[in-house]
């Protein structure tokens, strides 16, 4: 049995169809188990990672257990990187308990430079799950491309809604972004990869690319002019409430995630992963064009 905590989140959804599509039994962690989509041989549970309770229950039986559980926007007592830091180890503790083989977490890259709260919170969270459960894996992504991805829609709304693309200081830092696709089949397969075991590995797509770059690729590929304009200045706090105002996202989502551009976030081994997975995964340009086709047969985008 497989559990995949975060059932309803973008990354969760898709995963639990590839287990379910594999015959794969699963069971699907949510506060509200009624917005799991039925799927045969998927088995919704309720549980509330915040408090911690009925999670023993949840985990019962449970050989792999997902954690997909990302907090961002802040609470009136706390923020985000302290809740996320209570549900790991509420969730740790957990699935020690009921003898869980391994735990798999999606999280964030580590950067070159100054670690930022919303990355230092993943890797945070990372630690607390190897050490609870030894044999567990983490997966690290940067930016990942895909329709439901918060960091693909924000640049994909800036294209659409600014008439000059305006590139701050931080648009010359580089990262791999990784298709949407790959981070879900990276997931699947771990439980079947013995040298993950106990292992933080980098995921990432085949093209080292700028943020400005990422930007100008996404215009093109949309097929809409806009000329770019290169700032200097990184202008974090101001910039991130008129990206929030642009793209309609809360500026408490869009805030830590400009914060975590301020460097370089590259693979420590590019291609450590992809071996030890037997995988090939998709460049850049076809993953942004497979990512707005899955976005425009859900909502029209206007730039189209």
Do not use: C
């Not at 999606?106 to 044999?135: F, K, N, Y």
């Not at 409430?241 to 500026?251: K, L, R």
Request: glycine share 10%.
């Amino acid at each position: 049995m497989e559990l995949v905590a975060g059932a309803t989140g973008y990354i969760g959804e898709r995963l639990i169809e590839r287990l379910a599509s594999e015959d794969r039994p699963v069971r699907a962690l949510a506060r509200d188990p009624s917005r799991v989509t039925p799927l045969s041989g998927v088995e919704p549970i309720g549980a509330d990672l915040a408090s911690g309770g009925d999670l023993g229950e949840a985990l019962e039986g449970v050989a792999t257990a997902y954690y997909l559980v990302h907090s961002m926007e802040a609470a009136d007592d706390d923020d985000f990187a302290e809740r996320d830091r209570r549900m790991a180890r509420r969730f740790g503790e957990a699935a020690r308990k009921a003898g869980v083989e391994r735990i798999v977490y999606l999280g964030g890259m580590a950067p070159g430079g100054r670690v930022s709260t919303h990355l230092g919170s993943r890797l945070e969270v990372e630690q607390i799950l190897l050490d609870a459960v030894p044999d567990s894996t983490a997966l690290r992504a940067s930016v990942v491309i895909g329709s439901g991805s918060s960091s693909f829609r924000v640049l994909v709304r800036l294209v659409e809604r600014l008439p000059v693309l305006l590139i701050p200081g931080w648009g010359e830092n580089r990262t791999q972004p990784i298709d949407e696709r790959d981070v879900i089949e990276y997931l699947a397969r771990t439980p079947s990869v013995p040298a993950a075991a106990g292992r933080a590995l980098d995921v990432v797509g085949p093209d080292v690319l700028s943020y400005g770059e990422m930007m100008e690729r996404i215009t093109e590929l949309m097929g809409v002019g806009r000329p770019s304009l290169a700032i200097g200045a990184s202008l974090t706090p101001p910039a991130s409430a008129v990206v929030a105002a642009v793209t309609g996202q809360p500026v408490e989502l869009v805030r830590p995630l400009m914060e975590s551009l301020g460097s370089d976030i590259l693979p420590r081994d590019p291609d450590e992963a992809a071996r030890l997975f037997d995988m090939r995964p998709r460049r850049f340009d076809r993953a942004v064009e497979h990512a707005l086709a899955d976005w425009e047969a859900a909502e029209p985008l206007g730039a189209r």
